[in-house]
Nanobody
Framework: VQLQASGGGLVQPGGSLRLSCVSS?????????MAWNRQVSGKQRELVAE???????KYADYANGRFTISRDNARNEVYLQMDRLEPEDTAVYFC????????????WGEGTLVTVSS
């Protein structure tokens, strides 16, 4: 399975970005929890948000109320709408797929860089 993330870029504080991730997993995509994680240089990767197979979202505390995760199982895509961005949100954002069927693989895509700066 390949995960291709896009949508990163430079945005001013208070601005918005929408990240997209398309999966090549085909019929396995609807059977996977999808997540967005982020990593700041020199720090551990952390969970931003995840969405269950039936569309239930979970958010890190800092993302709650500002970020929205969604998925389109027909398109094999997951999205992260990020609003009211802050400089502390600057990081590389990674898409992750957690398969709920055997062999229960976790797949990661290459990240997309988000820079929040004036």
């Amino acid at each position: 399975v390949q995960l291709q993330a896009s949508g990163g870029g430079l945005v001013q504080p208070g601005g918005s970005l929408r990240l997209s991730c398309v999966s090549s997993g085909g019929s396995r995509f609807p059977l996977s929890i999808m997540a967005w994680n982020r990593q700041v240089s020199g720090k551990q990767r952390e969970l931003v948000a995840e969405i269950s197979t039936d569309g239930k979202p979970k958010y890190a505390d800092y993302a709650n109320g500002r970020f929205t995760i969604s998925r389109d199982n027909a398109r094999n895509e997951v999205y992260l709408q990020m609003d009211r961005l802050e400089p502390e949100d600057t990081a590389v954002y990674f898409c992750e797929a957690q398969e709920l069927v055997q062999p229960y693989h976790n797949w990661w895509g290459e990240g997309t860089l988000v820079t929040v700066s004036s």
